[in-house]
């Protein structure tokens, strides 16, 4: 061609170019750029000189042909819109823009919208069982697409992040707009991780709404759906608000210390306002006031011998700077009827809720036995608050590995009473892992420091339980205990292991996917090679489908599928085998440890057996039942006969091209 014909090189083309001449009634390929051989993988100096339909025999139905006809006859540019193209060798969804170069030659130009449409069709999929999910775990779902970079929130989602349901198109910033610096790092190192590993992710974060102040802490979840070359294209994703529950710990933790460590009466005072936010009943009781007085209260104005001043500079500092980790002195406070009592005071920085605070202790020294009957009241509210937790909580001695004090919630969820709980170790109900790796764990365990994981529990009926645990080591009265609390979170363990289930699983037919497959095939691939034993691949087609499906209808052709696919699966159904659907009317079936004479007789197996169906085909050339046709392969691992998992699949795509050239309804092994 010259370069008056083409004005630019097609290789320079960013779309699939390809052009014909008109030549004896037929169209003949004249040219063919770079990308256009790479879309439909086959050689440029293979196709010039040969007829269209020689190539691509599908054009006619595809609608290809009749629109270069035209676009030859009249002059005039045509656009064949989105359409799926398939023939024997290749089939994926095209766009084609046609039309006349001055030399009277016919260019088509059009794009490969394979990747695209599959994804829309699984978007759609997984948008069905998402909104199902959310319907029985009351979650938010989302989606990204990390081809194009869109994202898609349920109405569930847009809620929970405090906005109207779907009042703006989502992006990956804005959710990160909602998150903290430090959560923000984080997350995307477990996004990033989860995609090398092919896992799911967890993360937790808090987000605080501006408007009111508002705290919120949310669970975030997710996994990577990945293309044939691994490659990560679609993220899915639920979005769980734990708010309550966090709060509830965090509650119960911050309260069970305070009170553990109290002279009586126990104070919370902002860090940033100087104001009471919490006073105990027998703070309250003391000095006479109620909460609401006291929270607009600072508390020099109970320090008569005090100024605000010097209770900054010689009590509150100290603690900010973290020169000391508490004070300790003794006082006077003024009650609202103006009398004064002796107060023994400790002042600790602690943060709770999320947000820095003074709490104090305090002891009125004047009065012992008031004392006592207010410890035994702040007892009380503890052990209350204990008991009424959602979640398990418990103190653990480490050294017997026994529960010296637990709450209703922990041996109720493990079926267990009160007493039988506490005869039991933790390594009764741990389920992964034993006694002594518990203990061992144990003692590894620093004084204050913060765990939490992921484990199982079983009940006293053999149940098991999905638990996350959060564990303290804490000194009591001198000695080590462990603070832990657990919750249950096997509904959400459920609802993830869906996730992944029908992320192998083709849906219309229920039988392994095309990802199940080739992690299949590979851990396959590398056990018969370490054992050299032999591997066989089964390849299926069934026989003039399309007709098939043209016939009788999309419905009709997705039931006989289904019914295809129940036979061969039933058909080699023994240990290690597997039967996947490789792509539209093709399966595959992998057999371990099994040689070719085996692989043919399973092949002949599923021909007999999908032929006794008597499946009515209406047009077939062949029968008047459906049929199949299929080829096989093996690699013996002894002699090497084959150097790859690509090269058997090859082998077997070989061996099935020659049996429907044969005539079809057989089956033929590969042959050199």
């Known amino acids: 061609m010259t370069h008056n014909v083409y004005q630019i090189p097609i290789d320079a083309i960013p779309l699939n170019v390809a052009v014909y001449r008109y030549i ?77 170069l001055p030399n009277q030659d016919v260019m088509t130009l059009y794009e490969d919208l394979t990747a695209i449409k599959q994804l829309e069709q699984e978007k759609d999929r997984r948008q069905l069982l998402l909104e199902e999910a959310q319907k029985i775990a009351h979650l938010g779902s989302w989606t990204w697409n990390m081809l194009t970079d869109e994202i898609e929130w349920s109405d569930e989602v847009f ?107 126990v104070y919370v005072i902002d860090a940033e306002t100087f104001k009471f936010t919490y006073l105990n009943q027998s703070a309250l009781m003391n000095l006479g006031y109620s909460l609401t007085e006291m929270q607009t209260m600072t508390p020099h104005e109970i320090n008569p011998h005090l100024s605000r001043q010097q209770l900054i500079d010689q009590i509150l500092t100290p603690l900010i700077t973290g020169e000391k980790g508490f004070v300790t002195h003794e006082t006077r406070h003024l009650r609202k009827n103006g009398t004064e009592y002796d107060a023994q005071v400790r002042v600790q920085r602690m943060q709770l809720a999320g947000k820095p605070n003074f709490v104090v202790m305090a002891n009125d020294i004047s009065e012992a036995k008031k004392k006592d009957e207010e410890t035994q009241e702040a007892k009380d509210r503890y052990q209350t608050l204990f008991d009424l937790s959602p979640v398990g909580i418990l103190l653990i001695d480490p050294a ?194 099994n040689d070719i004479a085996s692989a043919e007789k399973m092949a002949e197996i599923i021909r007999h057996n999908i032929a006794a169906l008597k499946l009515p085909h209406p047009d077939s050339d062949i029968s008047n039942y459906v049929t199949i046709s299929a080829g096989y392969s093996v690699v013996d691992f002894v002699n090497k006969t084959i150097d790859s998992r690509s090269q058997l699949l090859k082998q077997a795509d070989d061996a099935l091209y020659k049996a429907k050239k044969a005539g079809r309804n057989r089956a033929y092994p590969y042959k050199n």
């Not at 999905?466 to 979170?489: E, M, T």
Request: glycine share 6%.
């Open 24 to 100: 004896d009634n037929d169209f003949v390929f004249v040219d063919f750029n770079r990308q256009a051989e790479q879309t439909e993988q086959i050689d440029r100096s293979a196709l010039l000189h040969k007829k269209l339909l020689e190539v691509f025999p599908g054009v006619k139905e595809f609608g290809l042909y009749e629109v270069i006809e035209e676009v030859y006859r009249t002059g005039e540019t045509q656009i064949l819109d989105k359409g799926l193209y398939q023939d024997d060798r290749l089939q994926g969804w095209r766009k084609n823009t046609v039309i006349r």
């Open 159 to 265: 809620q929970l992040f405090g906005e109207s349901p779907q009042s703006f198109k989502p992006t990956f910033d804005r959710f990160l707009s909602y998150l903290k610096d430090a959560d923000r790092l984080a997350l995307k190192r477990a996004i990033n991780q989860a995609i090398e590993t092919k896992t799911a992710y967890q993360f937790e974060h808090c987000i605080q709404f501006s408007s009111s102040g508002r705290i919120v802490w949310l669970l975030e979840s997710g996994q990577a759906q990945y293309d044939e070359k691994g490659q990560a294209v679609m993220m899915l994703g639920a979005v769980q608000d734990i708010t309550q529950q966090k709060q509830a710990l965090d509650q119960l933790q911050s309260l069970g210390f305070i009170i553990d460590n109290s002279f009586n009466e």
């Open 400 to 593: 017997t590995q026994k529960a010296f004090e637990f709450n209703h919630t922990a041996h109720q969820q493990l079926g267990y009473t009160a007493k039988e709980f506490a005869k039991l170790r933790v390594g009764d109900y741990e389920t992964i892992e034993t006694s002594e790796e518990v203990a061992s764990k144990i003692s590894q365990f620093k004084l204050g420091e913060k765990i939490s994981f992921a484990t199982q529990h079983k009940t006293k009926k053999g149940e098991i339980r999905d638990v996350r645990v959060f564990v303290q080591l804490v000194k009591l009265s001198g000695r080590p205990a462990l603070f832990s609390v657990f919750q249950d979170i096997t509904e959400l363990k459920q609802y993830e292991r869906a996730l992944e289930e029908y992320a192998y699983i083709d849906p219309l037919t229920q039988i392994a996917n095309r990802r199940q497959f080739d992690q299949t095939f590979e851990n396959e691939w590398r056990r018969s090679e370490r054992n050299h034993t032999p591997l066989s691949l089964i390849m299926i087609d069934i026989d003039f489908f399309k007709v098939y499906n043209d016939i009788l209808g999309h419905q009709a052709g997705d039931t006989c599928l289904q019914q295809i696919a129940k036979t061969i699966h039933t058909s080699a159904s023994r240990a290690g085998e597997l039967t996947a659907r490789y792509g539209g009317e093709e399966f595959v079936v992998l057999l371990p440890n």
